[in-house]
Protein backbone atom coordinates (compact mmCIF):
# COMPACT_ATOMS: atom_id res chain seq x y z
CA UNK A 1 0.00 0.00 0.00
CA UNK A 2 1.29 3.12 -0.88
CA UNK A 3 1.62 5.80 1.49
CA UNK A 4 -0.66 8.47 -0.09
CA UNK A 5 -3.31 7.57 -2.09
CA UNK A 6 -4.40 10.24 -4.61
CA UNK A 7 -6.59 8.51 -7.39
CA UNK A 8 -5.10 10.09 -11.13
CA UNK A 9 -8.71 10.68 -12.54
CA UNK A 10 -8.51 11.62 -15.70
CA UNK A 11 -11.18 14.23 -14.06
CA UNK A 12 -13.25 16.78 -16.68
CA UNK A 13 -16.02 19.16 -15.64
CA UNK A 14 -17.38 22.11 -17.45
CA UNK A 15 -16.50 25.79 -16.63
CA UNK A 16 -17.90 27.06 -13.57
CA UNK A 17 -17.99 23.46 -11.33
CA UNK A 18 -16.61 23.03 -8.23
CA UNK A 19 -13.95 20.90 -8.24
CA UNK A 20 -13.16 18.44 -5.71
CA UNK A 21 -10.13 16.56 -4.78
CA UNK A 22 -8.41 14.20 -2.37
CA UNK A 23 -5.50 12.30 -0.75
CA UNK A 24 -5.76 9.82 1.85
CA UNK A 25 -2.63 8.76 3.48
CA UNK A 26 -1.48 6.08 6.02
CA UNK A 27 1.43 7.90 7.83
CA UNK A 28 0.13 9.25 11.16
CA UNK A 29 3.39 11.64 11.82
CA UNK A 30 2.58 14.18 8.39
CA UNK A 31 1.94 17.03 9.75
CA UNK A 32 2.37 19.19 6.84
CA UNK A 33 0.28 19.08 3.71
CA UNK A 34 0.63 20.89 0.39
CA UNK A 35 -1.21 20.89 -2.97
CA UNK A 36 0.93 21.42 -5.86
CA UNK A 37 -0.44 22.53 -9.61
CA UNK A 38 1.38 20.77 -12.72
CA UNK A 39 0.74 22.40 -16.21
CA UNK A 40 1.57 20.38 -18.99
CA UNK A 41 5.34 19.75 -19.64
CA UNK A 42 6.12 22.47 -16.78
CA UNK A 43 7.23 22.18 -12.91
CA UNK A 44 5.09 21.69 -10.39
CA UNK A 45 4.39 24.92 -8.45
CA UNK A 46 3.18 25.20 -5.03
CA UNK A 47 -0.75 26.24 -4.58
CA UNK A 48 -1.38 25.31 -0.80
CA UNK A 49 0.06 25.08 1.95
CA UNK A 50 -1.70 23.92 5.37
CA UNK A 51 0.06 23.05 8.47
CA UNK A 52 -2.07 20.15 10.82
CA UNK A 53 -6.01 20.27 10.35
CA UNK A 54 -8.08 22.45 9.48
CA UNK A 55 -9.41 24.87 6.83
CA UNK A 56 -7.69 27.43 4.40
CA UNK A 57 -8.63 29.56 1.95
CA UNK A 58 -6.85 31.30 -1.30
CA UNK A 59 -9.28 32.94 -3.96
CA UNK A 60 -10.96 30.22 -5.44
CA UNK A 61 -9.51 27.66 -3.42
CA UNK A 62 -9.93 25.89 -0.28
CA UNK A 63 -7.63 23.08 1.34
CA UNK A 64 -9.08 21.04 4.06
CA UNK A 65 -7.58 18.27 6.29
CA UNK A 66 -8.25 16.01 8.40
CA UNK A 67 -5.99 14.81 10.47
CA UNK A 68 -8.36 11.83 12.31
CA UNK A 69 -9.38 10.50 8.85
CA UNK A 70 -5.97 10.69 7.30
CA UNK A 71 -8.05 12.95 4.47
CA UNK A 72 -6.71 16.02 2.55
CA UNK A 73 -8.84 17.39 0.26
CA UNK A 74 -8.86 20.54 -2.26
CA UNK A 75 -11.42 22.59 -3.74
CA UNK A 76 -11.78 24.63 -6.60
CA UNK A 77 -14.59 27.16 -7.13
CA UNK A 78 -15.93 28.42 -10.36
CA UNK A 79 -13.60 26.53 -11.90
CA UNK A 80 -12.22 27.91 -15.49
CA UNK A 81 -10.09 26.25 -18.35
CA UNK A 82 -6.89 27.71 -17.27
CA UNK A 83 -6.75 25.54 -14.10
CA UNK A 84 -6.53 22.67 -16.31
CA UNK A 85 -3.68 20.85 -15.12
CA UNK A 86 -2.44 17.75 -12.84
CA UNK A 87 -3.03 18.52 -8.98
CA UNK A 88 -0.53 16.76 -6.87
CA UNK A 89 -0.64 16.33 -3.03
CA UNK A 90 2.26 16.37 -0.50
CA UNK A 91 2.77 15.81 2.95
CA UNK A 92 6.03 15.32 5.26
CA UNK A 93 6.21 14.76 9.34
CA UNK A 94 8.13 16.70 11.67
CA UNK A 95 11.58 17.93 11.60
CA UNK A 96 11.49 15.24 7.82
CA UNK A 97 12.32 17.73 4.62
CA UNK A 98 11.34 15.10 2.33
CA UNK A 99 7.78 14.76 0.82
CA UNK A 100 5.60 12.04 -0.06
CA UNK A 101 3.69 12.54 -3.02
CA UNK A 102 0.21 11.00 -4.49
CA UNK A 103 0.27 10.42 -7.77
CA UNK A 104 -1.75 13.15 -9.62
CA UNK A 105 -5.09 14.11 -10.62
CA UNK A 106 -5.26 15.44 -13.74
CA UNK A 107 -7.93 17.92 -14.28
CA UNK A 108 -9.43 19.29 -17.53
CA UNK A 109 -12.13 22.14 -17.25
CA UNK A 110 -13.98 22.60 -20.57
CA UNK A 111 -14.85 25.96 -21.87
CA UNK B 1 9.74 35.00 -5.57
CA UNK B 2 12.28 31.43 -5.35
CA UNK B 3 14.18 30.41 -8.36
CA UNK B 4 15.27 26.90 -9.62
CA UNK B 5 16.58 26.77 -13.12
CA UNK B 6 17.46 23.40 -14.45
CA UNK B 7 20.26 23.62 -17.47
CA UNK B 8 18.24 21.95 -20.39
CA UNK B 9 14.74 21.52 -20.78
CA UNK B 10 15.02 18.48 -23.50
CA UNK B 11 17.97 16.51 -23.89
CA UNK B 12 18.32 13.43 -26.28
CA UNK B 13 21.04 11.15 -25.40
CA UNK B 14 22.24 7.54 -26.92
CA UNK B 15 22.58 4.48 -25.06
CA UNK B 16 25.76 4.61 -22.73
CA UNK B 17 26.44 8.13 -22.64
CA UNK B 18 27.28 9.88 -19.41
CA UNK B 19 24.62 12.74 -18.70
CA UNK B 20 24.77 15.25 -16.47
CA UNK B 21 22.08 17.42 -15.49
CA UNK B 22 22.60 20.78 -13.42
CA UNK B 23 20.08 22.50 -11.10
CA UNK B 24 20.47 26.28 -9.77
CA UNK B 25 18.81 27.46 -7.36
CA UNK B 26 19.13 31.52 -6.41
CA UNK B 27 16.97 31.27 -2.51
CA UNK B 28 19.86 30.14 -0.62
CA UNK B 29 18.47 26.77 0.28
CA UNK B 30 20.14 24.47 2.08
CA UNK B 31 17.96 21.19 1.00
CA UNK B 32 17.89 20.39 -3.02
CA UNK B 33 16.16 16.85 -4.61
CA UNK B 34 16.43 15.46 -7.46
CA UNK B 35 13.13 13.35 -8.84
CA UNK B 36 11.98 11.92 -11.95
CA UNK B 37 8.49 11.76 -12.98
CA UNK B 38 6.57 8.80 -15.00
CA UNK B 39 3.31 8.78 -15.90
CA UNK B 40 1.52 6.36 -13.18
CA UNK B 41 4.27 6.45 -10.81
CA UNK B 42 4.21 10.31 -9.97
CA UNK B 43 7.23 11.87 -8.33
CA UNK B 44 10.12 9.24 -6.84
CA UNK B 45 13.11 11.00 -5.08
CA UNK B 46 16.38 10.06 -6.75
CA UNK B 47 19.09 11.97 -4.30
CA UNK B 48 18.66 14.64 -2.11
CA UNK B 49 21.21 17.29 -0.25
CA UNK B 50 20.73 18.65 2.81
CA UNK B 51 24.06 20.69 2.84
CA UNK B 52 27.52 21.18 0.64
CA UNK B 53 29.28 18.19 0.02
CA UNK B 54 26.27 15.99 1.73
CA UNK B 55 24.00 13.92 0.30
CA UNK B 56 21.60 10.72 1.04
CA UNK B 57 19.86 8.70 -1.39
CA UNK B 58 16.04 8.68 -2.34
CA UNK B 59 13.98 5.89 -3.11
CA UNK B 60 15.12 5.36 -6.59
CA UNK B 61 19.05 5.44 -6.65
CA UNK B 62 20.34 2.98 -9.01
CA UNK B 63 21.97 4.15 -11.83
CA UNK B 64 22.64 7.67 -10.81
CA UNK B 65 25.07 9.79 -8.91
CA UNK B 66 25.05 13.46 -7.51
CA UNK B 67 27.13 16.05 -6.93
CA UNK B 68 27.47 18.95 -4.78
CA UNK B 69 30.33 21.29 -4.92
CA UNK B 70 28.36 24.44 -4.08
CA UNK B 71 25.10 25.46 -2.01
CA UNK B 72 23.46 26.78 -4.92
CA UNK B 73 23.88 24.08 -7.35
CA UNK B 74 23.28 20.21 -7.22
CA UNK B 75 24.24 17.61 -10.38
CA UNK B 76 22.54 14.32 -11.07
CA UNK B 77 24.42 12.53 -13.03
CA UNK B 78 23.65 9.57 -15.33
CA UNK B 79 27.09 7.36 -15.69
CA UNK B 80 25.96 5.35 -18.16
CA UNK B 81 22.20 6.19 -19.72
CA UNK B 82 20.02 3.07 -20.38
CA UNK B 83 16.65 3.52 -22.14
CA UNK B 84 14.77 3.16 -18.37
CA UNK B 85 16.18 6.12 -17.81
CA UNK B 86 14.10 8.27 -20.16
CA UNK B 87 12.06 10.80 -18.42
CA UNK B 88 10.73 13.83 -17.12
CA UNK B 89 13.60 15.05 -14.24
CA UNK B 90 12.75 17.56 -11.25
CA UNK B 91 15.09 20.06 -9.21
CA UNK B 92 13.41 20.92 -6.26
CA UNK B 93 14.82 23.07 -3.17
CA UNK B 94 13.52 23.83 0.36
CA UNK B 95 14.95 25.46 3.64
CA UNK B 96 16.07 23.36 6.13
CA UNK B 97 13.55 21.75 9.23
CA UNK B 98 10.53 19.66 8.63
CA UNK B 99 7.29 21.10 6.15
CA UNK B 100 9.29 22.98 4.70
CA UNK B 101 8.09 23.64 1.00
CA UNK B 102 9.30 22.41 -1.69
CA UNK B 103 10.25 24.73 -5.34
CA UNK B 104 10.96 22.87 -8.44
CA UNK B 105 12.66 23.74 -11.26
CA UNK B 106 10.96 23.45 -14.93
CA UNK B 107 12.21 19.95 -15.36
CA UNK B 108 14.33 18.33 -18.25
CA UNK B 109 13.07 15.96 -20.61
CA UNK B 110 15.54 13.42 -20.96
CA UNK B 111 15.02 10.74 -24.07
CA UNK B 112 17.25 7.83 -24.02
CA UNK B 113 17.80 6.20 -27.37
Known amino acids: QKEVEQDPGPLSVPEGAIVSLNCTYS??????FMWYRQYSRKGPELLMYTYSSGNKEDGRFTAQVDKSSKYISLFIRDSQPSDSATYLCAMSAQNDYKLSFGAGTTVTVRA | DVKVTQSSRYLVKRTGEKVFLECVQDMDHENMFWYRQDPGLGLRLIYF???????EKGDIPEGYSVSREKKERFSLILESASTNQTSMYLCASSSPGGGETQYFGPGTRLLVL
Open chain 1, 27 to 32: NSAFQY
Open chain 2, 49 to 55: SYDVKMK
